[in-house]
């Protein structure tokens, strides 16, 4: 067995196809093409290459929209601003811990008690509304980045046990990139 180390090649084929005799039968062919081929099968092809014709159209008109649609929605998303998204986060509880301590310093008359992220206020008498008032107050601009929310209100005659109660919520407000 002998290895060929180039494939070999017929120039003579080519040189035949590419001939001034061969394109002058393919025309020949083509010109004879509708008294030798049944004219059925010439309107059938005729038909299939109108409507290959049309699918091209149509996709190639299609395509252009997609891409004008596309490059439409790219501009309108590059000119949405980057809105930040405001997140709240529980208050580390020794630091609410710390906080209630010096309350109760401050206010004696009331009773205050806070667990992790709540602080609860109470006043056994109306006549310590100024007081009361005032220690909600001092929650309110309690800490750096706080954000108290107020959970439960009862002040006068409705309130079940106290006449004055409040109950405080305290988170950290964190504000994070709200990118796209």
Same mark, same amino acid.
């Given at each position: 067995?002998?290895?060929?180390?180039?494939?070999?090649?017929? !120039?003579?084929?080519?040189? &035949?196809?590419?001939?001034?005799?061969?394109?002058?039968?393919? /025309?020949?062919?083509?010109?004879?093409? $509708?008294?030798?081929?049944?004219?059925?099968?010439? +309107?059938?092809?005729?038909?299939? !290459?109108?409507?290959?014709?049309?699918?091209?159209?149509?996709?190639? @008109?299609?395509?252009?929209?997609?891409?004008? &649609?596309?490059?439409?929605?790219?501009?309108?998303?590059?000119?949405?601003?980057?809105?930040?998204?405001?997140?709240?986060? $529980?208050?580390?509880?020794?630091?609410?811990?710390?906080? @209630?301590?010096?309350?109760?310093?401050?206010?004696?008359?009331?009773?205050?008690?806070?667990?992790?992220? /709540?602080? @609860?206020? +109470?006043?056994?008498?109306?006549?310590?509304?100024?007081?009361? &008032?005032?220690? *909600?107050?001092?929650?309110?601009?309690?800490?750096?980045? !706080?954000?108290?929310?107020?959970?439960?209100? %009862?002040?006068?005659?409705? %309130? $079940?046990?106290?006449?004055?109660?409040?109950?405080?919520? *305290?988170? &950290?407000?964190? @504000?994070?990139?709200?990118?796209?």
């Amino acid at each position: 067995m002998k290895l060929q180390s180039k494939p070999s090649f017929d !120039w003579g084929a080519i040189n &035949r196809l590419m001939s001034p005799q061969a394109m002058e039968d393919l /025309n020949v062919f083509l010109e004879h093409l $509708p008294q030798n081929a049944n004219k059925t099968l010439l +309107i059938v092809a005729a038909v299939i !290459w109108s409507a290959a014709g049309a699918l091209g159209l149509f996709t190639a @008109v299609k395509i252009q929209e997609h891409t004008a &649609r596309a490059m439409d929605l790219e501009q309108a998303q590059a000119l949405l601003p980057v809105v930040p998204k405001l997140q709240d986060q $529980p208050v580390n509880a020794k630091e609410v811990a710390t906080f @209630v301590d010096e309350l109760k310093q401050t206010y004696k008359g009331l009773d205050i008690k806070g667990n992790s992220a /709540n602080i @609860v206020i +109470i006043a056994k008498g109306t006549g310590q509304f100024g007081e009361f &008032r005032e220690a *909600i107050g001092h929650v309110q601009n309690g800490g750096a980045g !706080w954000r108290v929310n107020l959970d439960k209100l %009862c002040v006068g005659r409705e %309130c $079940p046990q106290y006449p004055l109660a409040a109950a405080l919520k *305290i988170n &950290r407000v964190t @504000v994070s990139n709200g990118g796209a």
